[in-house]
């Protein structure tokens, strides 16, 4: 075999190699990225279609939850403080879309204060809001047995309504459910706290 | 039996990517919170007070802001001398004050409740660090260097907003002289 030839060879296997590596680097990165963004998936619970983590925030938090908090949920307090709950769907499974319409029916949560936030895919407040971002304790109107019904998306309305933004192409988005100052029998059972429903109601 | 040349380089790409993977989760955390202390410390630098306005659909640093919440903020650094913290707390609203760690980590709460006196006072240092603590001030250990101390306080009714945003504005973050 001549000399040029073998060093062509060498130079192939070469390549070849530094391409298997950089596809191995890559592969562990995307793999990561995808096992935290559901920053609940270590350890999590879920109370219907609510998913909260125990130890969001907490010093006992596993890596990959560590890197799902940082991702969709800086600065997030301990569950003894506060407890996070987050709906990506509705009762039939379905993803929540910005696009459609639905009622959140729910009971007064066993907590100091309360609040129901909507968020962007991007996990950022919706455009288009016009500052109906949220429903909380203080301002949430209940019936006679104080029960309440949150309406969530569509057109404007008056009451318990929060916005999904401006009408457009239609997105994914979430609910977290904010329990400040939680009472202890929902940080010691967080699977089995009762949560609002979310039932959708329409779609455009 | 000898492995074969292309045998030895997928088994080295197979360690390649669980190290990659396992960096990238350990990475992930501590770089959003780099990002996010400088982008505080940017304003008005580490070691100082900053009052965020209310969020809304345009505050874009911080992910899942409640809009029902007026933030201070300040991106402490202890490496080289204690930090001074102070706040008031307003009256018969939520209120807390909070750090975190370079990884993410609550490592401190307090809250409103639990700040029966009104005002909080605290000394934030680097794990170990001795110093002489002022007169009723209390002594907290933070596990890195640098990290980020936030105030909540709820906006129980829109009529008090100025009220509990002065109240906002005496917390204080400083090193201690």
């Known amino acids: ?36 963004r559901n920053h609940f998936s270590s350890g999590g619970v879920q109370s219907g279609v609510w998913a909260t983590n125990v130890h969001i925030g ?17 600065l997030a307090l301990n569950a003894s403080e506060t407890v996070y709950y987050t709906a990506t769907t509705d009762e039939s499974g379905a993803a929540l879309r910005t696009g459609c319409e639905y009622r959140v029916d729910g009971t007064e949560p066993n907590a100091r204060w309360w609040s129901i936030t909507a968020y962007g895919d991007d996990h950022f407040l919706i455009p288009g809001s016009n500052g109906r971002h949220s429903v909380d304790r203080a301002a949430v109107e209940r019936g006679a047995d104080g029960s309440f019904t949150v309406r969530v998306g569509g057109a ?22 904010r329990l400040y100052n939680p009472d202890a029998s929902i940080v010691n059972d967080l699977a089995g706290t009762p949560l609002p429903r979310i039932v959708r109601e329409k779609c455009s | 039996m000898r492995r074969s040349g292309w045998g030895r380089w997928l088994l080295l790409a197979v360690v390649v990517a669980v190290v990659a993977h396992a960096l990238t989760v350990w990475l992930l955390p501590r770089a959003v919170v780099r990002v996010a202390t ?50 008031v707390v307003p009256g018969d609203a939520y209120w807390s004050l909070s750090m975190f760690a370079a990884n993410t ?8 409740r639990q700040a029966a006196a009104g005002t909080v006072d605290l000394v934030l240092v680097a794990p170990g660090t001795k110093v002489a603590l002022p007169p009723g001030a209390t002594l907290v250990e933070a596990p890195s260097a640098r990290g980020i101390v936030l105030t ?24 201690l002289s």
């Open chain 2, 38 to 87: 400088n982008v505080m410390a940017e304003r008005e630098g580490f070691n100082r007070a900053v009052f965020p306005p209310r969020a809304d659909e345009t505050s874009r640093t911080i992910v899942r802001p409640s809009p029902d919440l007026l933030y201070a903020g300040c991106a402490f650094d202890v490496a080289s001398a204690p930090v001074r913290i102070r706040a």
């Open chain 2, 152 to 175: 909540r306080t709820l906006i129980a009714r829109e009529d008090r907003l100025a009220e509990l945003d002065e109240a906002r504005r005496r917390f204080t973050c400083a090193p």
């Open chain 2, 105 to 112: 980590d609550n490592f401190f709460v307090v809250n409103d």
């Open chain 1, 156 to 177: 404007p309305r008056a009451g318990n309504w929060i916005s999904t933004g401006s009408a457009g192409a239609s997105q994914p988005f979430s609910l977290t459910l």
């Open chain 1, 58 to 74: 907490s010093t006992g938090a596993s890596p990959y939850l560590r890197a799902g908090v940082a991702l969709g949920g800086l």
């Open chain 1, 1 to 36: 075999m001549a000399a040029g030839q073998r060093n062509g060879k060498h130079v192939r296997r070469a390549l070849g190699v530094i391409a298997l590596l950089v596809c191995a680097v890559l592969v562990g990165v995307v793999t990561a990225v995808l096992g935290v």
